[in-house]
């Protein structure tokens, strides 16, 4: 399966402030990388759907002028969240589509993200 | 609406005895189902899947169960080691066609204790 680094794996930053996550797919061209958040205790829910060369598809009630995202290359998504308030604060995890039998999805290692 | 629910939060299990995890869905038009396993601070790793035309995949100690009349699946993992304690997702996927985006559920925190 494909392997994802994400940077950083953790992040603090003050209120009114942006930070970007990257996601990289190592050895995998990744057309379609997806982006998720994790509050504590919950599930992991969708934010968005990341396209190589277009634009990304949001799920609803996700903000996309607060959550921007990049996909500029096979190999690189980026997810800047942008004037952060503490709400933001959570776990952001990017992961990339492959193929069955896991569809290689596999996961990022995370980002822990807390805005003071 | 949660098409994809665990509705036990937490298990604690013996080590070396069997540990059971339930998922239910509620979306007949799934037909993949995905194990995941995640550590505090880390992504989730694939564990195991199956796909809607069977009823049972095993991968050494995991077993996935698939029930589609009760839309219900369980994973087993047997013997339970130490290391298995962790959060275990179950997520559900539609038929391919395109991106396909998982659903998860809630999540269960297995603890084994020795």
């Known amino acids: 399966g494909a392997v994802v680094s994400q940077h950083p794996s953790w992040v603090i930053c003050k209120s009114g402030t942006s930070v970007k996550i990257e996601c990289r797919s190592l050895d995998f061209q990744a057309t379609t990388m997806f982006w998720y958040r994790q509050f504590p205790k919950q599930s992991l829910m969708l934010m968005a759907t990341?396209?190589?060369?277009?634009?990304?598809?949001?799920e609803q009630g996700v903000e996309k002028d607060k959550f921007l995202i990049n996909h500029a290359s096979l190999t690189l998504s980026t997810l800047t969240v942008t004037s952060a308030h503490p709400e933001d604060s959570s776990f952001y995890i990017c992961?990339?589509?492959?193929?069955?039998?896991?569809?290689?999805?596999?996961f990022g290692s995370g980002t822990r993200l807390t805005v003071v | 609406d949660q098409q994809v629910k665990q509705n036990s939060p937490s298990l604690s299990v013996q080590e070396g005895r069997i540990s059971i995890l339930n998922c239910d869905y509620t979306?007949?038009?799934?037909?993949?189902f995905l194990w995941y396993k995640k550590y505090p601070a880390e992504g989730p790793t694939f564990l195991i899947s199956?796909?809607?035309?069977?009823d049972k995949n095993e991968d050494g100690r995991f077993t996935v169960f698939l029930n589609k009349s009760a839309k219900h699946l369980s994973l087993h993992i047997v013997p339970s080691q130490p290391g298995d304690s962790a959060v275990y997702f179950c997520?559900?996927?539609?038929?391919?066609?395109?991106?396909?985006?998982?659903?998860f559920g809630q999540g269960t925190r297995l603890t084994i204790n020795p």
């Open positions: 992961s990339v589509l492959g193929h069955r039998p896991n569809y290689g999805y596999t």
């Open positions: 990341s396209n190589e060369g277009s634009k990304a598809t949001y």
């Open positions: 979306n007949s038009m799934f037909d993949y």
């Open positions: 199956i796909s809607s035309i069977k």
């Open positions: 997520a559900a996927s539609p038929p391919r066609g395109g991106a396909q985006k998982l659903v």
